[in-house]
């Protein structure tokens, strides 16, 4: 099988290499490491074997049966249909098209059953949405959420390998060019996306509209607030969920502990709660300070983390690859 990672070079093409190095599904896959032309010719290696980079026209010629995408909207507007046209299933990791109607946007977790051959192009969500339904979904099945208010902490390499830069450079006293509009290290803004008109940006957008996607379900109100903190990998949110049900603490633990893909880490009177360092490198999910809300009925507090860049990009992506395979869908 021929998988082509389109967007190979950056900082989340990366982490989709190693993560697809690791997969016993895709042992024996041919990689097509595809780039922009100023990377075209580059050395990449993959199993021990070197590759050589190259532009998406060739790809295309080479037929790859899946095309994983991590090169920005405007390539995946313009390139996603070329690939798809060619029998190729694209899953792209964009923003692009996630919201058109027609595209699954999946969690493999949460709703892969929904895919199909016809599906040419597969979305994969905003990293912060991935990690917030892979709580919310075990919980909505059980107790119907009907409000979730979130705070997301997140960390610069959401925003790619020059925010990375930005704040390293800062930290050793060397303020070179800036992606964001204010210093990051020692630091913290509310400023996620672009704002729009409503007064919310388009990453806190996001977290609504996609959830109500991810969990088929338009009643589920989401308000959320995205702030970028100085942490080199690992978003973190803080949670209020409002249930139209009652339920008991220790059933939403222990829900959550058998929950494929979250992980469990909750003794605060041991210090032992999520971090980003915690999740860094990490493909599961970090759920802890998980409580009551004693202010208001039916409604808990829970602190997620997650790797932005592993589960919050590449290994989702992997695994809804994984999915079409192991079920015959391509």
Same mark, same amino acid.
């Given at each position: 099988?021929?998988?082509?990672?389109? #967007?190979?070079?950056?900082?989340?093409? #990366?982490?989709?290499?190693?993560?697809?190095?690791?997969?016993?599904? @895709?042992?024996?896959?041919?990689?097509? =490491?595809? !780039?922009?032309?100023?990377?075209?010719?580059?050395? $990449?290696?993959?199993?021990?074997?070197?590759?050589?980079?190259?532009?998406?026209?060739?790809?295309?010629?080479?037929?790859?049966?899946?095309?994983?995408?991590?090169?920005?909207?405007?390539?995946?507007?313009?390139?996603?249909?070329?690939?798809?046209? !060619?029998?190729?299933?694209?899953?792209?990791?964009?923003?692009?098209? /996630?919201?058109?109607?027609?595209?699954?946007?999946?969690?493999?977790?949460?709703?892969?059953?929904?895919?199909?051959?016809?599906?040419?192009?597969?979305?994969?969500?905003?990293?912060?949405?991935?990690?917030?339904?892979?709580?919310?979904?075990?919980?909505?099945? /059980?107790?119907?959420?009907?409000?979730?208010?979130?705070?997301?902490?997140?960390?610069?390499?959401?925003?790619?390998?020059? +925010?990375?830069?930005?704040?390293?450079?800062?930290?050793?006293?060397?303020?070179?060019?800036?992606?964001?509009?204010?210093?990051?290290?020692?630091?913290? @803004?509310?400023?996620?996306? $672009?704002?729009?008109?409503?007064?919310?940006?388009?990453?806190?957008?996001?977290?609504?509209?996609?959830?109500?996607?991810?969990?088929?379900?338009?009643? $589920?109100?989401?308000?959320?607030?995205?702030?970028?903190?100085?942490?080199? #990998?690992?978003?973190?949110? +803080?949670?209020?969920?409002?249930?139209?049900?009652?339920?008991?603490?220790?059933?939403?633990?222990?829900?959550?502990?058998?929950?494929?893909?979250?992980?469990?880490?909750?003794? =605060?009177?041991?210090?032992?709660?999520?971090?980003?360092?915690?999740?860094?490198?990490?493909?599961?999910?970090?759920?802890?300070?998980? /409580?009551?809300?004693?202010? /208001?009925?039916?409604?808990?507090?829970?602190?997620?983390?997650?790797?932005?860049?592993?589960?919050?990009?590449?290994?989702?992506?992997?695994?809804? +690859?994984?999915?079409?395979?192991?079920?015959?869908?391509?």
């Amino acid at each position: 099988m021929k998988i082509a990672i389109v #967007g190979v070079t950056g900082m989340v093409g #990366g982490a989709m290499l190693d993560v697809l190095e690791k997969s016993d599904i @895709f042992r024996h896959c041919d990689l097509l =490491p595809v !780039a922009s032309d100023k990377s075209v010719g580059k050395t $990449i290696t993959f199993h021990q074997k070197d590759y050589t980079v190259i532009n998406a026209t060739e790809a295309i010629r080479q037929k790859p049966e899946i095309a994983i995408f991590s090169a920005g909207a405007k390539t995946s507007e313009f390139l996603a249909p070329l690939f798809a046209e !060619a029998n190729c299933t694209v899953i792209d990791n964009s923003s692009y098209w /996630r919201m058109f109607p027609e595209i699954p946007l999946i969690v493999p977790e949460i709703n892969a059953n929904i895919l199909k051959p016809s599906h040419k192009i597969i979305a994969n969500p905003n990293c912060s949405t991935i990690q917030l339904v892979m709580v919310m979904a075990p919980l909505h099945n /059980r107790y119907h959420i009907k409000r979730v208010v979130v705070s997301t902490y997140q960390s610069v390499t959401g925003t790619g390998v020059k +925010a990375l830069q930005q704040l390293m450079n800062e930290r050793v006293g060397n303020p070179a060019d800036k992606v964001y509009p204010h210093v990051i290290d020692m630091n913290l @803004f509310p400023h996620g996306g $672009i704002f729009t008109d409503s007064g919310y940006t388009s990453e806190e957008i996001k977290l609504h509209s996609e959830t109500q996607k991810i969990l088929n379900d338009t009643n $589920i109100q989401v308000t959320a607030t995205v702030v970028r903190v100085p942490v080199k #990998g690992g978003h973190s949110e +803080a949670v209020n969920i409002e249930f139209e049900k009652e339920y008991e603490l220790t059933d939403v633990i222990s829900m959550l502990h058998d929950s494929p893909g979250l992980c469990i880490y909750d003794d =605060p009177s041991n210090n032992i709660y999520p971090m980003p360092i915690t999740a860094e490198g990490q493909d599961d999910v970090f759920v802890g300070r998980i /409580r009551r809300d004693f202010s /208001r009925e039916k409604c808990l507090n829970l602190w997620i983390t997650a790797d932005n860049l592993r589960k919050g990009a590449a290994t989702n992506a992997i695994q809804i +690859a994984e999915y079409l395979v192991i079920n015959n869908i391509l």
